[in-house]
């Protein structure tokens, strides 16, 4: 099984918070790493196992949650850069793309292709 495309600078650039880890000491793409990113009153809690390509995010407010997906074997979590614009893509499917954005606002997009 491969791991995902995303690489662990990637997401310590997009996130700008060290993970927490799982297992301390060990290799990032053979680990469960938890990212936070906290604006005002809405908290973003990505998690991701590389060699598994399993993601899961929790969005909340005021601690409430607002949204959460947890899938396993995602197609791929990819990171883009265009100019500023940081994006991570997390490939559900061949159909089923989620896009998150943390700068400067967190934004979550979920595309879903129509079927042939």
Not at 30 to 37: E, G, L, Q, S
Not at 40 to 53: D, N, T, V, Y
């Given at each position: 099984m491969r791991a995902v495309s995303v690489k662990e600078w990637e997401l310590l650039s997009l996130f700008e918070v060290e993970p927490q880890l799982r297992e301390p000491g060990e290799?990032?793409?053979?680990?469960?790493?938890?990212?936070?990113?906290v604006q005002?009153?809405?908290?973003?809690?990505?998690?991701?196992?590389?060699?598994?390509?399993d993601v899961r995010i929790i969005v909340t407010h005021r601690d409430q949650r607002l949204y959460e997906l947890n899938t396993m074997s995602v197609l791929d979590v990819r990171y883009r850069e265009e100019g500023l614009r940081e994006t991570l893509e997390i490939i559900l499917t061949g159909r089923d793309t989620i896009t998150l954005r943390v700068k400067p606002r967190i934004e979550l997009e979920h595309d879903l292709a129509p079927g042939e």
């Open positions: 290799c990032w793409d053979a680990n469960d790493a938890v990212y936070v990113v005002g009153e809405i908290k973003l809690s990505f998690a991701i196992s590389p060699l598994h390509r």
